[in-house]
């Protein structure tokens, strides 16, 4: 028999409204809708990154999604450096509180995003008081910047100790090349920024679980070289815990083959692998001169009408295989984080009109959600 899903809340998608009629004419109750927290539950959690319109319950359209689907949040931009410690004055926990408020009111895994970056942290952080920039040739410039990172981190992993169970501490510290990136906190600190940087973090929450997030892990050489990495910071104790792989995929990149030997090789170092960041870009990877230039002739928007039909399959089929890998991981895979609720709220929109994620502008899921469900169900 034919198991059709509704979402909760949202009309049955026609021809996949549940047929309540078996042999015989004896009529059964309409299938519960099922939900990706539901059908992922005997797997791992399904989590979704969340902007701060919804985070304050002002998104009609994204909050019963957010509540209905999902069992982990992760802040799209509340717990970023420049939020929570703008200016060297103090602290602002405004938008941040309300989003671990926002997840302990819904019972949701609660995951910290991000402490570490070489991105939204405020210029002020790498220049002494009088403006000039610190340097890494001068040991007092290079241990203002240790107590800088050693107080935000104790200050903003303690605020939310044992609330917060998740923390992305250091963010893309490498190069496609598998060189590190040479951040201000590279430059000023020295590659040890690294390790200091979970050391701060574990004596803040020892319970944490604490990640090296990075995209294009499933690349090398960036993947051998973070392998690399993982290995050298375990050797010498250093408390990661997790690897999160971002996976802002793209329709054919990476293969579902290449995807499953990364989470792979990424278990085999005894790390919890984590998915974080994951969307399918249907635009493919355009360079923003291609943008800006295909924006100035209004051609951006590829499809600005919606994706054709074949295109919707495939996109379809795309999460499918995709959702099929981690699901043979689950032994391994501890979390998948949608990167965004519907297409509207992507940050792809900015290569043109966008729809990398499972549910529609609207809020309506796409083909693509009832293929995630799916592969859910088959063995
Ligand atoms: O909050 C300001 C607002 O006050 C101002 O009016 C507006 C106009 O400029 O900008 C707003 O800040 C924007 C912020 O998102 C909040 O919307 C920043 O300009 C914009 O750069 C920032 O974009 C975020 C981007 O990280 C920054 O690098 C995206 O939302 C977020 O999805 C994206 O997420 C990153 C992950 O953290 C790490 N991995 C890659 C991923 C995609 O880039």
């Keep these: 028999m034919k198991i059709h899903f509704t979402l909760a809340g949202a009309p049955a998608v026609a021809g996949l409204a549940t047929a309540g009629l078996l042999a015989g004419g004896i009529t059964e109750k309409a299938a519960e809708p099922v939900t990706l927290t539901d059908a992922y539950s005997n797997y791992f959690l399904v989590g979704v990154a969340i902007n701060q319109k919804q985070i304050d319950g002002e998104d009609q359209r994204g909050d019963p999604i957010i509540k209905a689907q ?14 929570t410690q703008p200016t060297p004055d103090g602290y602002n926990f405004t938008e941040a509180d309300r989003y671990v408020e926002f997840g302990e009111k819904h019972h949701m895994t609660i995951v910290g995003h991000t402490l570490v970056w070489h991105n939204q942290t405020p210029g002020w952080v790498f220049q002494d008081k009088n403006g000039r920039p610190l340097s890494g040739t001068n040991a007092a410039d290079r241990a203002l910047l240790l107590a800088r990172m050693r107080d935000h981190i104790h200050t903003v992993v303690g605020r939310y100790k044992g609330r917060i169970k998740i923390w992305d501490v250091v963010n893309e510290a490498l190069n496609p090349n598998g060189t590190l990136r040479k951040s201000s906190w590279e430059k000023i600190i020295g590659p040890d920024y690294i390790e200091k940087a979970f050391q701060y973090a574990h004596e803040a929450d020892p319970d944490a679980i604490l990640r090296y997030n990075d995209f294009s892990l499933e690349d090398e050489p960036k993947q051998s070289a973070a392998i690399a990495l993982m290995k050298k910071l375990l050797g010498e104790g250093v408390p990661v815990t997790a690897i999160g792989l971002q996976d ?28 974080t960041e994951l969307d399918v870009n249907v635009l493919g990877g355009r360079r923003t001169a291609e943008v800006s230039e295909m924006a100035s002739q209004g051609r951006a928007n590829t499809y600005a009408n919606g994706l054709p039909p074949d295109l919707e399959r495939a996109l379809a089929q795309r999460y499918a295989d995709l959702f099929s890998v981690f699901i043979k991981h689950h032994n391994d895979i501890s979390l998948v984080t949608l990167w965004g609720v519907t297409d509207a709220d992507s940050w792809l929109n900015w290569r043109g009109q966008n729809y990398p994620l499972l549910f529609d502008r609207e809020g309506k899921p796409k083909p693509a959600f009832y293929s995630v469900i799916k592969a859910a169900g088959e063995p």
């Design 70 to 83: 999902f069992d982990s949040i992760t802040p799209e931009n509340a717990l970023k450096w420049d939020a």
């Design 248 to 275: 802002h995929d793209q329709m054919k990149w990476p293969s579902a083959e290449r995807e499953d030997e990364t989470i792979s090789a990424f278990a085999k170092l005894g790390l919890k692998v984590m998915i």
